[in-house]
Each structure stands twice: as structure tokens, then as C-alpha cells.
């Protein structure tokens, strides 16, 4: 299992994007649409090809059932709300209610792991996963800002179950898991020095 990119989600593009571009001091890129769940995004390429991903409701669009990410439900200010990850083995990956739903933006084709009801899987704790169908998924081709993430801190009552059940697919020592309320935590170093959302 390799860490593929963070999710950042918020009420409005325009709102996600304002706030990671403060914070970060770095212009986030075009990203696009999602036609099956209504929503769009932007994207800032990391260093390791990794990316952060604001993403929201796209008001000019409409949605083929609950959207994903939880986000039919999110509100407040912008935050860290999503790990993604691509498992070796795709479908094993598949816990705690997500299903295979194929998906497409512009050239980039991928499966992507959704429960049914929109929701993240343990409340964003375990990772939703997917699998690419291209050599050059967005962490691989977009321009890297010269951010690293340096840690990912996964809160989550039953942390050390969720460990368990991936501690033999995912070797990522920035990942360290903790039993606490739910929630997440990214710590990086940019060129203006450490940051964490």
C-alpha cells in the first residue's frame, strides 16, 4: 500500500483553496471535475509524488448519489479531512464499506474505493484506497512546489485495530496512528519552513 495523496475539503473551492494557499504560501494548480459525484478540486504536487488535494461541491453540477468524501455533510472552515492510499491488491483493500466505483477526469482513469452512503471509511482513519490506470497519476505529473510531507498523524478510538489491519501492506514510517477522538493531522516542510493542518 503507498500513500497517494491528502484531501483537504471545504463548503467552497474558492474558500479550500484560499485557506491551503495561506497557509502553504504557494498558488494551488488546476485540478478538475468529478461528473459522478458533483464535485471539483485543485491540487498542490508534493515532493515523493505525492499530492494535497482541495476538494468540494461543485454547485454547477449534480451528483449520481451521495458524494464522496463525506462531503454532503461537511461543513466549517477548511480542513485535513482524507488519506488516500493504492494498495497493492485493490479489492482486498476494500474494508469498512467501500466499493469499486470507476472513475474518470480529463485522461486520468481510476477505481476508486466509496461506501455507498458517501462516507469515509472509520471516519477518514483508514484510508480510502484506489487504483490507477495510468503510469502518471497527479503526484507523478504534476510539478512538484517543493513541499514534503514530513508526518501524518491518523487519530481514532480503535487506532491500534486499524494499524493492525494495514501494518503488513502499508511501510510509511511518516504515518503514525494514535487513540484519540477522530481525526487527522499533516505536518510539512515547506520552502517558508514546517506547517501542519
Known sequence: MRLDHLAIAAETLEEGVAWAEERFGLPFL????HARFGTHNRLLGLEDDLYLEVIAVDPNATSEGPRWFDLDNFTGPPRLTNWICEPVDFVAALRHGMRSVPMARGDLRWDMGAPED???PMGGAYPTVLRWHTDTPPGVALPSSGV????LDVSHPDASAIEAQIAAELNDGRVQFHTGPVGLSATFETPQGQITL
Open 30 to 33: 488546476a485540478g478538475g471535475k
Open 118 to 120: 458517501g462516507s469515509l
Open 148 to 151: 514534503r510531507l514530513l508526518r
